[in-house]
């Protein structure tokens, strides 16, 4: 202290300017550097843990490590023990994303590439991984790109695309609830692309449109959005918003009595969103791409005591993502007899996931036309409290067969380039 | 029950009643900012994380003492601990560049989101308001809900007492004097290291409560505060530096802009409040109710 008491001047300028680079700063983030060992074969994942994906970005890191000590357990990849690098890729920013799938490779020297929660990101982070060419498991971003117009032959995705979960729950909602749809949207490439699948599936079914709002993404308030959707006067409101966004909204309509005015709806919902709503916000109908309460499904029993074991909770579909995706790798190099990305590559066309990998009802493989992993999917209603388990908070009515709701390689528009 | 179709002067109506409500609640958050601005010329950017503070100690709080308990006792807590950050970390740097105590609260923003998303975890946790408050009052006026009234109806209290407290305490007197000339009020022989300390406390208060409200509202997640601190620096300015009842006006403004945008053009939501900081700072440098001279 320079002894004086009182402060300076503090002018608006100042203010401004501050808060101008403050807005900046909050971007950025501090990144997670695990020790290394070049004995090893190495798997980077680059995975939101600070922002608005944080909670879910975390429990496909949890999925991973249960899956490499599974591996190391049962002598890891081709003898050598697996390490897993987890690097904060933040929620948002794809520049700082990139930097880090580029340190992972580049510095750390990982084998294999895991991440993103974000689709943008995940794109992103593909065309860095296919420049570099490194087998990449795109674990749950679910923009249709990924393995669409944009895919690669390096990189393959364990969560469904978009277009998957619209198709599984369109005909689902136009029985039960009507055919006049409303649809709030976060606005970018995840919302844009899930809200199209909607229109397309709904469209085919003879559901119409009769509004849309785009909300930024990071919005707290939805209820200007609310007015305006309850205005409309819809059989069905959908919501496409995701992690803490997803929360704010159903919070909010369920405050506003909406869901006893019309029904709430939307394709993707997930356990982490479900549990952080007080009971009575838990409505809807939604897809869930993997849940641990499937009684007559072998092996799903032993993987949920495990994972409650590790931390004291159950998987949710993130846990699973980031799970399978692990398992890939080691699996990919163990049919390729290699730790080339092009031979696991081609290791991994339509290749099946083994059923204690699966975790599912049908089998679920690697499409080789587009590298999307064709696995089941689960409809349903979130419901207020579990009956049998505190966690059970999703009631599914329907498992719906990958096969039935993909569209073709081909009419995704997926044309895989191999290097020479 | 099938609502009915609106037209579009009922929904501007409508908009314009919930973004006062918003605007309100965004005024509230910048009046505890503002104070600690005023007196001490700190901005404090870890507002947002004794925000999320305030939530979270209301939700732990909630099992024992009921959410009115809750509600009264956890802004305390939060003020407690403000009170203990201004005492043994940002009273050091009073009459240092603004830019240290600035470079403090900014990385104190940070260890506060992390402490928070250790303790209680990166999830969402489900924070339970009374089933009596979260009625719509009527179906046709259904976003008038029990909490939003009662939100707004709080912010009314802690506004006026704020105001009644500025105006008839000693305390408040002392901070507003302190606040136009803070050496003359020492030599006067006030004790402004207490005053601050106090003045302080009372603006992290705000930010405590500001933090259950809005828990009760949105999720309860590590990164509320940040989410909602902004408006609230643009409420400051909008209104003016230094004006407690600038930053009020200035919070109604922004949260009405923003509800009224999402009637036309519902993707501008958020940048109709910088567009505005623009165009004031435009055309009133000093934000709409700034006094001129006041902290330069």
Same mark, same amino acid.
């Given at each position: ?81 697996? =390490?897993?690098? $987890? ?9 700082? #994303?990139?930097?880090? *799938?580029?340190? !992972? @490779? %580049? ?44 895919? =690669?032959?390096? $990189? ?9 979960? #619209?198709?599984?729950? *369109?005909?689902? !909602? @136009? %029985? ?5 749809w409303y649809y709030i949207t976060p606005d970018y490439s995840f919302g844009h692309t899930l809200q199209g699948g909607l229109e397309k599936a709904a469209g085919k079914l003879g559901g119409t449109k009769v509004g849309e709002d785009l909300t930024p993404l990071g919005t707290t308030d939805f209820s200007s959005y609310l007015i305006k959707a309850q ?190 | ?296």
């Amino acid at each position: 202290m320079d002894g004086r008491l009182f402060h300076r001047a503090l002018g608006r300028r100042t203010l401004l300017k501050v808060g101008l680079a403050a807005g900046a700063v909050q971007i950025a983030s501090p990144f997670v550097l695990r020790a290394r060992a070049d004995d090893m074969v190495k798997i980077g994942f680059n995975t939101p843990l600070t922002g608005t994906y944080a909670a879910v970005g975390k429990n496909e890191q949890l999925g991973a490590e249960y899956a490499v000590a599974e591996i190391n357990a049962k002598g890891g990849i081709d003898g050598r023990q697996v =390490q897993l690098l $987890v690097e904060d890729s933040t929620s948002g920013d794809v520049g700082t #994303a990139v930097q880090k *799938a580029r340190k !992972l @490779i %580049e510095r750390d020297k990982v084998n294999f590439l895991l991440g993103n929660v974000n689709s943008a990101i995940a794109l992103a982070m593909a065309q860095v991984s296919n420049e570099l060419k490194t087998l990449h498991i795109v674990t749950g971003g679910h923009t249709d790109a990924i393995t669409g117009k944009s895919c =690669q032959w390096n $990189v393959f995705r364990v969560c469904n695309t978009t277009a998957m979960e #619209a198709n599984s729950v *369109a005909s689902t !909602l @136009i %029985e039960t609830s009507g055919k006049k749809w409303y649809y709030i949207t976060p606005d970018y490439s995840f919302g844009h692309t899930l809200q199209g699948g909607l229109e397309k599936a709904a469209g085919k079914l003879g559901g119409t449109k009769v509004g849309e709002d785009l909300t930024p993404l990071g919005t707290t308030d939805f209820s200007s959005y609310l007015i305006k959707a309850q205005s409309a006067a819809p059989d069905v409101v959908i919501f496409t918003q995701q992690g803490d966004d997803g929360v704010n909204i159903m919070k909010q309509a369920v405050q506003f009595g909406l869901d006893k005015q019309l029904h709430i709806a939307g394709a993707q919902m997930e356990l982490e969103v479900l549990e952080g709503l007080p009971p009575e916000a838990r409505v809807g109908t939604w897809v869930f791409e993997w849940y641990f309460n499937q009684p007559n499904v072998p092996h799903v029993a032993e993987f949920v005591a495990g994972i409650r074991k590790k931390t004291g909770k159950v998987p949710t579909a993130r846990t699973w993502f980031g799970y399978a995706a692990a398992w890939t790798c080691a699996l990919a190099a163990a049919k390729a007899k290699s730790l080339d990305a092009m031979k696991m590559a081609k290791a991994l066309e339509d290749f099946e996931l083994p059923p204690e990998i699966g975790l599912m009802p049908n089998p679920a493989a690697y499409r080789a036309g587009d590298h999307q992993l064709i696995p089941t999917l689960f409809v349903g209603n979130a419901q207020a409290n579990g009956v049998s388990d505190p966690e059970d908070l999703f009631k599914i009515t329907k498992t719906v067969k990958g096969p039935d709701v993909a569209a073709s390689a081909d009419a995704n528009g997926c044309k895989l380039v191999w290097p020479a | 029950m099938q609502p009915h179709r609106r037209s579009v002067t009922q929904l501007i109506l409508f908009n314009v009643f919930n973004g006062l409500i918003i605007g309100a609640f965004y005024a509230l958050m910048a009046l505890g900012l503002s104070l600690i601005l005023n007196l001490s010329g700190v901005i404090n950017f870890a507002h947002g994380g004794f925000l999320a503070l305030g939530g979270y100690f209301a939700y732990s709080l909630m099992p024992f003492t009921g959410f009115w308990g809750a509600l009264v006792l956890a802004p305390i807590l939060t003020a407690c601990i403000g009170i203990l950050v201004e005492r043994f970390l940002i009273r050091r740097l009073y009459g240092r560049d603004p830019l240290y105590s600035l470079l403090l609260t900014f990385g104190l923003a940070f260890i506060l989101e992390d402490a928070t998303r250790f303790i209680w975890g990166a999830q969402s946790v489900p924070f339970q308001v009374p089933a009596v408050l979260t009625q719509p009052l009527s179906t046709s006026f259904f976003f008038l809900t029990g909490y939003r009234l009662f939100m707004v109806a709080l912010v009314i209290v802690a506004v006026s007492g704020l105001f009644l407290v500025l105006g008839r305490t000693r305390f408040g007197k002392r901070v507003r004097a302190g606040t136009l000339d803070l050496e003359t009020l020492s030599t006067l022989g006030v004790n402004v290291q207490l005053l601050r300390t106090l003045n302080f406390g009372f603006g992290i208060y705000l930010a405590g409560l500001a933090g259950v409200l809005a828990a009760g509202m949105l999720g309860l997640q590590p990164t509320i505060g940040a989410s909602l601190i902004m408006p609230s620096f643009v409420a400051i300015i909008v209104g003016g530096l230094g004006s407690l009842p600038g930053t009020l006006f200035g919070g109604l403004l922004i949260g009405l802009a923003s509800g009224l945008t999402a009637v036309f053009f519902p993707s501008a939501t958020e940048a109709i409040i910088y567009v505005i900081m623009g165009i004031v700072l435009l055309v009133f440098p000093r934000g709409l109710l700034g006094e001129e001279g006041r902290l330069q």
